[in-house]
């Protein structure tokens, strides 16, 4: 216990002092996005990991915060930090509507159900122009320049996105949704409202979803539906990071954040100039290849297996060896 | 008004009548014992009280009030508890996590949930394994595991589906010895048996059904000795 703190302190520590340290705008901008997907990642990770309701749909409460915080912008004329406040409980609506559809549907046939909400929200954004300016996109104008109050935003949102969902897994709530992933009728007959509680936990996922998605308009200052509403770049990046990292573990989708964040941008700057343009491009092959990979290898992700990983580093053999002497 | 009644109750799978118009009523602190060959109809049966199926006709009531129309969950929360012939553990969970999620359904604090379910389990003799993920508990400690979890949502009656089933005769002792137990604390109790040994030991009283239908109930003795009860268990050909 006393030794997390001290791990858990020094993490801190190094998050707050690391703008201070690395001046580069670029390296800030990579940590900037990997506290965004430690949100995403971990509210995709409650849903489908803690609950076992596996989402291909995040895309739609990104962009459903996102274009909350845009529409402040284009529609309200007010400041787009508004979608701070708005966004999180306009994706909350959202989030209760498709679980109104989509729950009622079990297993593969919920997550075929999430696929096609996101391709329904991504079309009704293109051609919904009166709205949303379709294919246009929203821009907006940057509040800060310098990066550094983005990132302690960011920094924030990841941190308080941890601890509320750790908080929620020590709960009832918690041990319902992992009840609910495990048996739904054993669930059901031991007097758990599966429906019920289902529909929490997606509460709670896409309001944190939407709160990354009105961050991202905010520190972008653009948005189009292409992005925000993607299959790709969300939604199944959202489910790398939870695999990669680790489901049902609360520290899994922040290590699979910054993993997954760190390779793609690797990737899509062509490990950063050194190789040709067509590696950048193969990106997509070779996630597939790591998703392939870490379920063979890691089926239980980075954080999940790391007791399976210290052993081949080797320290694990020694820890075994010492038990074994007595 | 009886604790428990059930009245003419029907399921109708699709043309085969798995239970074709069963009435019993079940006394307060009694075990009651349902009996009969496989495929019977007992776990249906079941599976209607706690409305995992929807009854073709009839009416199941406790405490008079009628349990048609309720969720399965609603059930649960009403006092009615039950265990899973094929047994269902959370299996990614720990023993004591398992039980601690039922203990959730009466109880709102983390630690009020841990100290009911480290009660259940401590009544139910499964502590030592309380930090075991359960789909690594040996079958005896499955079941022991389904009764401890269906216990921690504090039921008035319980509804055990085959809970001997599989067991060394050790174990079986055991297995009486807690559904005594469970009476003692006055739980009243529904137990749906193949081993004869254990039903006729421990039942108050006993109803039989073949094939969907009502064959006999009584006391252990009068349904023992009843010609369609051993005909049906036994074949013709011994009656
Ligand atoms: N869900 C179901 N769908 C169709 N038939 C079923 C279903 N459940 C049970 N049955 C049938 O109903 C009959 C009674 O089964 P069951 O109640 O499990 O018997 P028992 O528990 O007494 O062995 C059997 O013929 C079984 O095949
Ligand atoms: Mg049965």
């Known amino acids: 216990m ?50 076992g309701q596996v989402s291909f749909g995040h895309a739609v409460f990104f962009g459903t915060g996102a274009y909350t915080a845009g529409l402040c912008v284009t529609k309200l004329g007010i400041s787009a930090w508004w979608g701070m406040l708005f966004g999180g ?28 909400a996101g391709e329904i929200f991504r079309l009704v954004a293109i051609n ?13 104008i940057q509040t800060f320049r310098a990066k550094w109050p983005y990132y302690y935003l960011a920094f924030f949102l990841a941190a308080a996105s941890i601890f509320v969902f750790g908080r929620v897994m020590r709960s009832k709530w918690g041990f319902y949704f992992v009840s609910i992933r495990e048996d739904q009728d054993a669930a059901e007959s031991m007097g758990i409202n599966t429906t019920l509680y289902k529909n929490v936990s997606l509460m709670i996922s896409s309001f944190f979803t ?55 941008e690797t990737f899509r700057s062509a490990i950063f100039g050194l190789a040709p343009k067509w590696v950048s491009e193969s990106h997509v092959l070779v996630f597939g290849l790591l998703v392939i990979f870490v379920i063979l290898y890691l089926s239980n992700g980075i954080v999940g297996d790391w007791p399976k990983i210290q052993g081949l580093l080797g320290k694990g053999r020694k820890v075994r060896r010492l038990e074994e002497r007595g | 008004m009886s604790f428990f009644e059930v009245e003419e109750i029907r399921k109708n799978f699709g043309g085969l009548m798995a ?37 073709t006709s009839g009416d199941i009531r406790f405490q008079g009030k009628s349990l048609k129309g309720m969720k ?35 109880v709102g604090t983390f630690e009020d949930a841990r100290s009911v379910a ?54 079986l002792d055991e297995a009486i010895n807690l559904i005594l ?17 254990v039903i006729m030991s421990i039942s108050d009283r006993i109803h039989a059904i073949n094939y969907g239908r009502t064959i006999a109930e009584g006391t252990p003795e009068e349904v023992a000795n009843n010609r369609e009860v051993i005909e049906a268990y036994l074949g013709e050909s011994y009656a």
Not at chain 1, 19 to 43: E, K, N, T
Not at chain 1, 225 to 239: C, D, G, N
């Open chain 2, 118 to 171: 480290l009660e259940t389990l401590e009544f139910c003799n499964l502590m030592d394994h309380r930090n075991k993920q359960a789909r690594s508990l040996p079958i005896a400690g499955r079941k022991r595991l389904e009764i401890a979890r269906a216990l921690a949502t504090r039921p008035q009656l319980l509804l055990l589906d085959e809970t001997a089933a599989g067991l060394n005769p050790k174990e």
């Open chain 2, 72 to 106: 399965t969950h609603q059930i649960a929360k009403l006092g009615i508890g039950r265990t899973f012939q094929v047994v269902k553990p959370l299996k990614r969970m720990t023993v004591l996590e398992n039980v601690m999620a039922s203990a959730f359904v009466r």
């Open chain 1, 89 to 116: 409980p306009a994706a909350t609506l959202i989030g209760l509507f498709i679980g109104w559809v989509c729950f009622r549907l079990r297993g593969p046939y919920f997550a075929l159900a999430t696929i096609a």
């Open chain 1, 128 to 140: 919904w122009e009166s709205l949303t300016e379709g294919m246009v996109g929203i821009l907006i």
């Open chain 1, 2 to 51: 006393k030794r997390r703190a001290v791990i858990l302190g020094i993490l801190v520590l190094f998050f707050v002092l690391f703008p201070w340290v690395i001046r580069s705008d670029y390296y800030q901008h990579l940590m900037i996005l990997a506290f965004m997907w430690v949100v995403i990642g971990g509210a995709w990770n409650l849903l489908a990991g803690y609950t």
């Open chain 2, 19 to 55: 239970v074709d118009g069963v009435s019993f009523r079940v006394k307060q602190g009694e075990i009651f014992g349902l009996i009969g060959p496989n495929g019977s109809g007992k776990t249906t049966i079941f599976n209607l009280i706690n409305q995992f199926y929807p009854l």
């Open chain 2, 181 to 197: 137990r469970i009476r003692d604390r006055g739980v009243t109790i529904i137990i749906v048996e193949h081993i004869m040994k």
């Open chain 1, 210 to 264: 939407g709160l990354a998605g009105a961050f991202y308009m905010n520190y972008m200052a653009f948005i189009d539906p292409e992005v925000v509403f993607s299959l790709h770049y969300i939604s199944i990046m959202a489910i790398l990071v939870g695999i990669i990292g680790g489901v049902g573990t609360i520290w899994g989708p922040a290590v699979g954040a910054f993993v997954m964040v760190f390779l793609q």
